[in-house]
């Protein structure tokens, strides 16, 4: 009796002051009017905003997978199937219809391989733990999963699960059939698919790929003479135009005489290639790591963001594989590494091939040709074009630029070449963090390093110098390691302002109270300058006290009050304090005086002695229940 009432004061107590926690059994699967359990599942999808969502499903009716269950569906039909523990099928699967299969946790399942030809499409769902099973190692001509001999694939979608999909012929290891394309999608789950002359994930020999990925954790492989592209195109003159998105996700992508991603081996068709963001690793023998396969067509890759490793023995890094020119290629974000054995790191392949139109507008990008080829450019022919656009974000170590005009007026980036930096522009604000190592940045006059919030340079051995009396580094948020910038650099230092009042609520008549602080960006008080202050009809100048200044006003009239506060630029040797112009969102709320709260009085205290009052007279209650029952 003592514990139950003693527990009673606790949980009164608790609910009162809002932190009662609730206990909750974990999920606990329900029987259906069917007799059948609720299988929950989590699935993709992505939202208005472009974003990728996950939601966590269940479904009522399905059928269990059996090991004699080899016809799923229905044509024009919608159908869900799910794996319980270890099963095997001697044969393949025919999809018919809309198929979904959900792989539950700790099972398997096994079978040749799964045919869904265009007009049926599969879904494959996971749970929590994401270690379903999904095995299928014998697709030859067919893919392993996906089409048929000279059949596309329908839709192929995959939400998670651990998936391995192997074709050891011509059909793709996910995706079409030999002669047949591939349509593919990739949200989540652990997937690993191969193949031999069809691409791992994409098109069929001789086909194209349509692919997209989201997340994950993919690998796609292939080893022969005769492979098509890791994740794209399948090899062989005839194919359409590879079309690879990846959003996100760790992608491995190995190939050999066709691209890591994009385009195949023996004009195999065009490419188009973007990435938004994840973390690739693509990697092919003749091939491009990105771009073209041998004596491949051109295509086209944009990079917007994510960290991208790219590397060819005989191709390029990224555009045009072996004895192949280099398309166009468009870098605008994310971290890249292009690297050529035998070829230019971004361009063209080996043999003496014409270069891409190469744009690097952002993003931090190094790239290493072959020693008598350009880093960026072609390999004997002609270099193609070089131009960073206007963002004036970019940074690039490339130490040979084929096409690279130092004069130009069109260029806006920081290029370093054999260990030295050099700013083409007036102003460059680099939105990704890079190393310097052993370079250094070459600061002119008149040229200013903009260091945003977010963006660090780091680096041992790396120096930041300037060339001339102004050059400068503005720090707004960003950071610069130390013992890098040169002490003859000037520095501006863009200030963050902190507002305080002393009080949430004023009355007509009332004076109030603004105390404005101001920081450096290392977070230390400024010691000099002026802070003015608006408020409705008031506008007041201060210096500064150890950072700090407070301002009175009179509250004038009824309704909110926005205070608007700046810093003025103040000069100190080679510091300059620079104005923020910044709008401080603080309402003062200016109360009629006929209200019956008083002047004096603060509304949240109120609230709060109230709050403690309840609580305290709940607790007492509770005490004087014990005591009658102990009684």
């Given at each position: 009796?003592?514990k139950?009432?003693?527990?009673?004061v606790?949980l009164l107590t608790?609910?009162l002051?809002?932190?009662?926690?609730?206990?909750?059994d974990?999920?606990?699967?329900?029987?259906t009017?069917?007799?059948?359990?609720?299988v929950?599942?989590?699935?993709?999808?992505?939202?208005?905003?472009?974003?990728?969502?996950?939601n966590?499903?269940?479904?009522?009716?399905?059928?269990?997978v059996?090991?004699?269950?080899?016809?799923?569906?229905s044509?024009?039909?919608?159908?869900?199937?799910?794996?319980?523990g270890?099963?095997?099928?001697?044969g393949?699967?025919?999809?018919?219809?809309?198929?979904?299969?959900i792989?539950?946790?700790?099972?398997?399942?096994?079978?040749?391989?799964i045919?869904?030809?265009?007009?049926?499409s599969?879904?494959i769902?996971?749970?929590?733990?994401?270690t379903?099973?999904?095995i299928?190692?014998?697709g030859?001509?067919?893919?392993?999963l996906g089409?048929g001999?000279?059949?596309?694939?329908?839709?192929?979608t995959?939400?998670?699960?651990?998936?391995?999909?192997i074709?050891?012929?011509?059909?793709?290891?996910?995706?079409?059939?030999?002669?047949?394309?591939g349509?593919v999608?990739v949200?989540?789950?652990?997937?690993?698919?191969?193949?031999?002359?069809?691409?791992?994930i994409?098109?069929?020999?001789g086909?194209?790929g349509h692919?997209n990925?989201?997340g994950g954790e993919v690998?796609?492989?292939?080893?022969?003479?005769?492979?098509?592209?890791?994740?794209?195109?399948?090899?062989?003159?005839?194919a359409?135009?590879?079309?690879?998105?990846?959003?996100?996700?760790?992608?491995?992508?190995e190939?050999y005489?066709?691209?890591?991603?994009?385009?195949?081996?023996l004009?195999g068709?065009?490419?188009?290639?973007?990435i938004c963001?994840?973390?690739?690793?693509?990697?092919?023998?003749?091939?491009?790591?990105?771009g073209?396969?041998?004596a491949?067509?051109?295509?086209?890759?944009?990079?917007t963001?994510g960290?991208?490793?790219?590397?060819?023995?005989?191709g390029?890094?990224i555009?045009?594989g072996?004895d192949s020119?280099g398309g166009?290629?468009?870098?605008?974000?994310g971290t890249?590494?292009?690297v050529?054995?035998h070829a230019?790191?971004?361009?063209?392949?080996?043999?003496?091939?014409?270069?891409?139109?190469?744009?690097?507008?952002g993003?931090?990008?190094?790239?290493?040709?072959?020693?008598?080829?350009?880093d960026i450019?072609?390999?004997?022919?002609s270099?193609?074009?070089y131009?960073?656009?206007?963002?004036?974000?970019?940074?690039?170590?490339?130490d040979?630029?084929?096409?690279?005009?130092p004069?130009?007026?069109?260029?806006?980036?920081i290029v370093?070449?054999?260990?030295?930096g050099?700013?083409y522009?007036?102003?460059?604000?680099?939105?990704?963090?890079f190393?310097?190592?052993d370079?250094?940045?070459?600061?002119?006059?008149?040229q200013?390093?903009?260091?945003?919030?977010?963006v660090?340079?780091?680096g041992?051995?790396g120096?930041?110098?300037?060339?001339?009396?102004?050059?400068?580094?503005?720090f707004?948020?960003?950071?610069?390691?130390?013992?890098?910038?040169?002490d003859g650099?000037?520095?501006k230092?863009?200030?963050?302002?902190?507002?305080?009042?002393?009080?949430?609520?004023?009355?007509?008549?009332?004076?109030a109270?603004?105390?404005v602080?101001?920081?450096?960006?290392?977070?230390?008080?400024?010691?000099?300058?002026s802070?003015?202050?608006?408020?409705?009809?008031?506008?007041?100048?201060?210096v500064?006290?150890n950072?700090?200044?407070?301002?009175?006003?009179?509250?004038?009239?009824?309704?909110?009050?926005?205070?608007?506060?700046?810093?003025?630029?103040?000069?100190?040797?080679?510091?300059?304090?620079?104005?923020?112009?910044?709008?401080v969102?603080?309402?003062?709320?200016?109360?009629?005086?006929?209200?019956t709260?008083s002047?004096?009085?603060?509304?949240?205290?109120?609230?709060?002695?109230?709050?403690?009052?309840v609580?305290l007279l709940?607790i007492?209650?509770?005490?004087?229940?014990?005591?009658n029952?102990?009684?």
């Amino acid at each position: 009796m003592k514990k139950t009432a003693l527990l009673g004061v606790v949980l009164l107590t608790a609910a009162l002051l809002g932190g009662i926690v609730c206990f909750a059994d974990a999920y606990d699967a329900q029987d259906t009017d069917d007799g059948l359990q609720s299988v929950p599942f989590i699935s993709y999808e992505i939202d208005a905003d472009g974003k990728l969502t996950s939601n966590d499903d269940s479904i009522d009716e399905y059928i269990v997978v059996t090991g004699t269950d080899d016809i799923w569906g229905s044509a024009s039909s919608i159908s869900w199937y799910v794996v319980v523990g270890n099963v095997t099928i001697d044969g393949h699967i025919t999809v018919n219809g809309d198929l979904n299969l959900i792989l539950t946790d700790g099972s398997s399942l096994t079978a040749e391989y799964i045919t869904v030809d265009q007009g049926n499409s599969i879904s494959i769902y996971g749970q929590s733990g994401g270690t379903g099973k999904l095995i299928l190692e014998k697709g030859s001509t067919v893919a392993a999963l996906g089409g048929g001999y000279d059949h596309n694939s329908g839709d192929i979608t995959i939400h998670g699960g651990d998936i391995r999909a192997i074709s050891t012929s011509s059909g793709a290891g996910i995706g079409g059939g030999r002669g047949g394309m591939g349509t593919v999608t990739v949200y989540d789950g652990k997937v690993y698919a191969q193949s031999e002359s069809g691409a791992a994930i994409g098109g069929g020999h001789g086909a194209a790929g349509h692919v997209n990925i989201y997340g994950g954790e993919v690998t796609a492989f292939l080893d022969s003479v005769d492979s098509g592209a890791a994740i794209g195109n399948g090899s062989g003159s005839g194919a359409g135009d590879a079309d690879v998105s990846i959003y996100g996700g760790t992608i491995v992508a190995e190939s050999y005489t066709s691209a890591g991603i994009g385009g195949a081996y023996l004009n195999g068709g065009s490419y188009s290639v973007l990435i938004c963001g994840g973390s690739i690793h693509a990697v092919s023998s003749t091939g491009a790591g990105i771009g073209g396969g041998n004596a491949g067509s051109q295509g086209s890759v944009i990079i917007t963001g994510g960290t991208v490793y790219s590397e060819s023995g005989s191709g390029a890094g990224i555009g045009g594989g072996s004895d192949s020119e280099g398309g166009a290629v468009s870098i605008a974000g994310g971290t890249v590494t292009a690297v050529s054995k035998h070829a230019a790191g971004i361009g063209a392949g080996s043999y003496d091939r014409d270069g891409a139109e190469v744009t690097v507008s952002g993003g931090v990008v190094r790239a290493t040709g072959y020693a008598d080829y350009s880093d960026i450019g072609g390999t004997g022919g002609s270099d193609g074009s070089y131009s960073t656009g206007t963002d004036r974000n970019a940074v690039i170590f490339a130490d040979v630029i084929g096409a690279l005009d130092p004069d130009s007026a069109d260029l806006s980036a920081i290029v370093f070449q054999n260990g030295v930096g050099s700013i083409y522009g007036d102003s460059i604000a680099p939105v990704m963090s890079f190393d310097l190592e052993d370079d250094t940045l070459h600061i002119g006059d008149g040229q200013t390093l903009i260091m945003n919030d977010g963006v660090a340079i780091t680096g041992s051995g790396g120096r930041i110098v300037s060339d001339g009396a102004t050059g400068t580094v503005m720090f707004d948020g960003g950071t610069i390691a130390d013992g890098i910038l040169d002490d003859g650099v000037k520095r501006k230092i863009v200030t963050d302002i902190d507002v305080e009042m002393n009080r949430l609520v004023f009355f007509v008549g009332d004076t109030a109270e603004v105390q404005v602080m101001v920081f450096d960006v290392f977070g230390d008080p400024v010691s000099a300058g002026s802070v003015r202050i608006e408020a409705g009809a008031f506008t007041g100048d201060a210096v500064l006290v150890n950072g700090a200044c407070t301002f009175s006003f009179i509250c004038e009239s009824e309704g909110p009050v926005s205070v608007s506060v700046s810093y003025a630029e103040n000069s100190s040797g080679n510091i300059t304090y620079t104005a923020c112009s910044e709008t401080v969102a603080i309402e003062v709320s200016v109360v009629n005086t006929d209200d019956t709260v008083s002047d004096d009085d603060d509304p949240s205290q109120i609230y709060v002695a109230g709050a403690i009052f309840v609580i305290l007279l709940a607790i007492l209650i509770a005490v004087q229940v014990l005591a009658n029952r102990k009684a």
